[in-house]
């Protein structure tokens, strides 16, 4: 893709992402903070580990994009901070806006550019903004799954759930 071609992609990938955030911090307020512990087998990570996964990461890799970048991922243990999905909602509202305004400002040359995944996938960064989007949306998606055996209601996501009908 040409600068033109590649800033095209990313408006609309900006937007899509930000219509893909309001529904994951529905997804994350919807968490019951009795239940962080659940997970549905033991290779899973708990309700708590998710959604620490979503606030920290999403932020991350979006940094990581501006920088043209990676750093090591965020430790998203228990000194991350985030110990209930309000902690994570307010992370996540305080700090991937910001991070996806830094992607949102970069030339579409910068986006072009060639970022290197710790040897594991070398890709221009308009390729990681798209995978950004399927990696908070696949954890999000587990994460939903997880929502009634811990207690809590699934908010629609895309379209109505059962549980708000």
């Excluded at 290779?43 to 970048?69: F, M, P, Q, Y």
Aim: negative net charge.
């Amino acid at each position: 893709m040409d600068s033109k071609q590649t800033t095209t992609v990313a408006e609309f990938l900006l937007a899509d992402f930000e219509n893909e955030m309001q529904t994951t911090l529905r997804v994350i307020e919807a968490v019951h903070t009795g239940h962080l512990n659940y997970r549905p087998d033991a290779k899973s990570k708990t309700g708590l580990g998710l959604v620490r996964h979503l606030a920290l990461e999403d932020e991350w890799l979006l940094n990581c994009i501006a920088n043209g970048e990676f750093t090591a991922p965020p430790d998203d243990g228990d000194g991350c901070g985030i110990m209930n999905s309000a902690d994570a909602v307010a992370r996540y509202k305080e700090k991937v806006p910001a991070a996806l305004s830094r992607v949102r400002s970069m030339s579409g040359e910068n986006l072009g550019k060639v970022i290197d995944l710790f040897g594991i996938i070398q890709a221009p960064g308009i390729n990681f903004l798209a995978m950004t989007i399927k990696h908070s949306v696949h954890h999000r998606g587990q994460l939903s799954t997880y929502l009634r055996a811990m207690g809590g209601k699934v908010p629609g996501i895309y379209g109505p759930s059962a549980d708000s009908q």
